[in-house]
């Protein structure tokens, strides 16, 4: 959208919204707070003020006030982004003829970067109480105008059909959205300059900042994160300014205004539900202005009802055999296919070892041969989309024109005169490696690796449609299917272990950017997240575990920094000297507005970075340390987070492949799943992890129902719901009884005030057959005393556990009857502040047993919690729940466990 943040200097096609201006003529700020304290009547009075006799209170005191959505669109505009920015700047002779051009709204002008400057000269003159109290006040202002944009948006759906579709509507009311990101990003980082923390009530809703350059020391207190934080806060799901919060499944009038943007760009609808979902407006902005390429855009006509990504889906029947084929001359159909012996592929994969194709880079002759991968072999992993013509469902072929392609632009990913080579068979040799690296050891990086000249004879390859054995026969045989799981066992040393990635994608390799050196660095980024590539599956697994991903754009090869959205501490190769347009630096000359600007163009490549999965690639980082000990120290809930909420937002052909993919992220040897029924893989990983997300147990997504073993019923059958949060975790420990497997409720890395746990008064048990209800939390004190908190509970059975399923009630009943009391937990993580929304997920537990130290808790259900305020909003004036228990908080220090019968928690096997 443009006007509320400066255009994007693109190349690529864009398409973007202008937003009228619309406001009141007439009014004019009456009155500048005159001290720290004082928020003045001209914003949060403004109607009164200006002569309008309505409510503001609600959605229908407005829509009656104003009479018509014109109206109610004018003093939208007039009140929640004028008066707002006049209130934000504290300033009563602000021109509104500064913010317009040609019709339009256009903050990105000199004097309104003027009043910026100003704002922030003022600020930095007062004492740090006065500082403080200035941040509380812009709390205030902004959660306010939160608040009133929502309700803004019910009244204009109060209107008639006919009025209420007002184009000036949406895109006003979408414009106070990013006006308000803005402002909060502006805050923040203004306040951390003043060395004072950004306000913890916006640090869970906004993409914090990393500059590129060295920091001058006024700019340092913005920059304490280390280069793996910022990508944290991209993980911490914004939970108040989402454009889809949850429980929220259509939004407002501004997200549905912003979902269309997405469609009319060519994005699947699905993937920006996804994205809605999980960012908030400042951040999307860009990426909904991006116009997919035609090449990428498919039918997305059955996305939303799958619940995944659809239109890149490819099934080919194993008896045609029809399968698009694509060859790198246009038009040319009759190119021979090059064919790769399978016993010799197969003899490999069965001795444990790993294929590679080698190639002859003497003129026109390949002389393909296949060769087993070593130590002391430097190769390039393959990684492409199969709906782009590049795989092959009954060979192990492709046609030759690929191969002498393939084999071109492999070669241009190496650097000219360099290629890597390691030998860990020493200490000395590895300390030596380490010493010897030189500008792409941070790319390349693994235990003792070295240089050598590079081999000018040939190219080494792997590619799954050549490397991965394929049956010419109709069905596959059971050795087929065999040799398929030997191969995928493989694929984390594969993609780990390649010199680089070279990711192959149509939408990106048809690009069309008039002058690609001068493609900017969120430009790219950008490209790379539309792209179908970033929308499969297998392309996670592969990405996430590559030491270097080099794009193919407009016939160049772009390698992304391993440290995206950061420059000044990347290394690139020197085929990265096409991206020459990097992104300014954040620094101090720059007004407050142009700062939120760099920033959020700079949260773009730190997204791509976040669905690379940064993280998962440190694993197999150099280190002198046995990778093994490495995984044993870090905590594991973190990558279970990332793998399960990436896969969320991805789609393979094959819904089977979604738990090998799980595994192999997760460092499981798949093999052994070949012998599990498909429906049964998941829940069987899930069962074999020893550290696992709270939040996995009020997953929305499918769960299993084990007859006799309600406590069971948490575990997911398949990789759907919402995504999970990282906080609180369930650690399996030793369990001194045999028959047992027993898990702690961690909550050390979780922020505790986010993680609310509750139990009943002592002989108090709330009923497992009432599922909705009220807790009352006694626990929260103010200056003024004990304030009682009250959440609105419904529990979420499965569906197969229905009132007549006497099968499933008897022995939940069995464990209410014996119960101590009942154990509520409400993950305020996973919910919003936002009306539209809920408070939180969690899970209603039976006490089993309790002492001074242990609590032993029985699993029931999951639930959803509500405030008063969001209940109101939901049901529209609900009766009151019947039934209504007050609860204390369980303390920190007591701990709390989970039982499972081992006999129902099956063992596969230790993680690799």
Request: hydrophobic letters at 35%; one cysteine or more.
């Amino acid at each position: 959208m443009e006007g509320v943040l400066a255009a994007e200097a693109w190349t690529v096609a864009s398409g973007r919204l202008k937003v009228p201006f619309v406001a009141l003529t007439y009014h004019r700020p009456s009155h500048s707070p005159s001290s720290d304290d004082d928020d003045g009547p001209s914003f949060y009075d403004f109607p009164r003020h200006n002569g309008f006799a309505l409510r503001t209170d609600d959605a229908k005191g407005l829509f009656a006030g104003c009479g018509t959505i014109g109206a109610l669109t004018s003093l939208l505009q007039s009140w929640l982004f004028f008066e707002l920015l006049a209130a934000f700047l504290e300033r009563r002779d602000i021109d509104r003829n500064d913010f317009e051009a040609y019709g339009f709204v256009d903050i990105d002008q000199a004097r309104v970067h003027g009043y910026f400057r100003d704002w922030r000269a003022g600020l930095s003159r007062r004492s740090y109480a006065g500082k403080q109290t200035a941040r509380k006040r812009l709390e205030r202002i902004i959660e306010f105008a939160m608040r009133k944009s929502e309700m803004f948006e019910e009244a204009a759906d109060l209107f008639e059909s006919a009025d209420a579709d007002d184009e000036d509507f949406d895109r006003v009311a979408l414009s106070v959205k990013l006006l308000i990101g803005l402002l909060i990003s502006i805050s923040d980082d203004t306040f951390s300059i003043f060395d004072s923390q950004p306000s913890a009530h916006w640090a869970s809703s906004r993409i914090l900042h990393a500059s590129k350059a060295e920091p001058e020391p006024s700019d340092k207190p913005l920059l304490r994160m280390d280069k793996e934080e910022p990508r944290e806060h991209l993980h911490t799901r914004p939970k108040w300014f989402l454009p889809l919060p949850p429980d929220d499944y259509h939004g407002g009038r501004a997200a549905k205004r912003f979902l269309r943007l997405f469609a009319d760009n060519g994005w699947c609808p699905y993937q920006a539900r996804q994205l809605c979902r999980s960012y908030d407006y400042l951040t999307l902005n860009s990426l909904a202005s991006l116009k997919c390429h035609q090449t990428s855009i498919g039918d997305h006509g059955q996305c939303m009802q799958l619940g995944r990504c659809c239109a890149h889906d490819l099934t080919v029947d194993p008896a045609s055999g029809i399968y698009p084929f694509q060859h790198a001359i246009k038009d040319e159909h009759d190119c021979e296919f090059i064919h790769v012996p399978k016993e010799e592929i197969a003899d490999i994969i069965k001795s444990g070892d790993i294929p590679l194709i080698s190639l002859s880079l003497g003129g026109d002759d390949l002389d393909l041969k296949v060769v087993r991968c070593t130590p002391h072999v430097a190769y390039t992993a393959i990684s492409h989309v199969w709906s782009d013509g590049l795989g092959n469902p009954k060979s192990n072929a492709l046609p030759r024109c690929q191969l002498f392609r393939l084999r071109e632009m492999i070669l241009q990913t190496y650097s000219p005169g360099f290629i890597p080579c390691y030998d860990d068979r020493t200490l000395w040799s590895r300390f030596k490696g380490h010493l010897n690296a030189d500008w792409r050891a941070f790319i390349n990086s693994s235990p003792g690796r070295q240089y050598i000249k590079i081999n000018r004879k040939r190219v080494l390859f792997w590619m799954d449609t050549l490397c991965i054995p394929v049956s010419s026969d109709s069905y596959a045989t059971e050795e087929d299917e065999d040799l398929k799981f030997r191969a995928m066992r493989h694929m984390t040393p594969i993609f780990a272990g390649a010199f680089n990635t070279l990711v192959l994608d149509r939408r990106l390799q048809d690009a069309g950017i008039p002058v690609p050196s001068q493609a900017n660095e969120d430009e790219l980024a950008a490209l790379v997240l539309s792209s179908k590539w970033m929308q499969r599956g297998w392309a996670l697994e592969e990405g996430s575990l590559a030491q270097g991903c080099v794009f193919q754009l407009m016939g160049e090869q772009y390698e992304m920094p391993d440290e995206l959205g950061n420059s000044a501490s990347s290394t690139k190769s020197s085929r990265s000297d096409l991206l020459r347009n990097l992104l300014s630096n954040v620094e101090s000359r720059h007004s407050p507005l142009d700062r939120a600007f760099i920033n959020a163009r700079q949260s773009i490549p730190l997204l791509l970075g976040r669905a690379l999965l940064h993280e998962k690639r440190q694993f197999s980082v150099v280190s002198l340390f046995p990778r093994s000990l490495r995984l044993a120290k870090r905590p594991r809930t973190p990558q279970f987070v990332w793998t399960w909420n990436s896969l969320l937002e991805r789609s393979t052909t094959k819904p089977e492949d979604g738990p090998i993919i799980f595994a192999n992220m997760l460092d499981f040897n798949v093999y052994p799943l070949k012998l599990i029924p498909r429906q049964e893989r998941l829940p069987l990983l899930v069962q074999n992890c020893d550290e696992l997300p709270l939040s996995l147990l009020y997953n929305t997504g499918p769960r299993i129902c084990i007859k006799g073993h309600p406590e069971l019923g948490w575990i997911p059958r398949d990789i759907a719901g919402d995504h999970l949060v990282d906080g609180a975790a369930l650690r399996r420990i030793n369990s001194e009884q045999n028959n047992q497997v027993e898990f702690l409720i961690d909550r050390s890395n979780s922020n505790l005030k986010s993680t609310l746990i509750l139990r009943t008064s002592h002989g108090q048990c709330i009923p497992y057959d009432v599922e909705t209800f009220v807790v009352r939390d006694g626990t929260n004190t103010t200056s003024n005393g004990r304030v009682d908190q009250e959440y609105f509970v419904q529990i979420q059975r499965n569906a197969t556990q229905g009132p007549d399923d006497n099968e499933i009630q008897s022995p939940v009943g069995e464990i209410h009857g014996q119960s101590m009391g009942t154990c509520i937990v409400i993950d305020l993580a996973c919910g919003t502040p936002s009306v539209r929304g809920f408070a939180g997920r969690g899970a209603r537990f039976y006490v089993d047993s309790h002492n001074q130290g242990d609590m032993t808790l029985r699993y029931d259900a999951p639930l959803i919690a509500w405030t008063a305020e969001q209940w109101q909003h939901k049901c529209n004036n609900p009766p009151t729940p019947s039934h209504c228990f007050d609860t204390v908080q369980v303390a920190c220090q007591q701990r709390l466990l989970l039982n499972f019968a081992r006999s129902q928690y099956r063992v596969l096997g230790e993680q690799r």
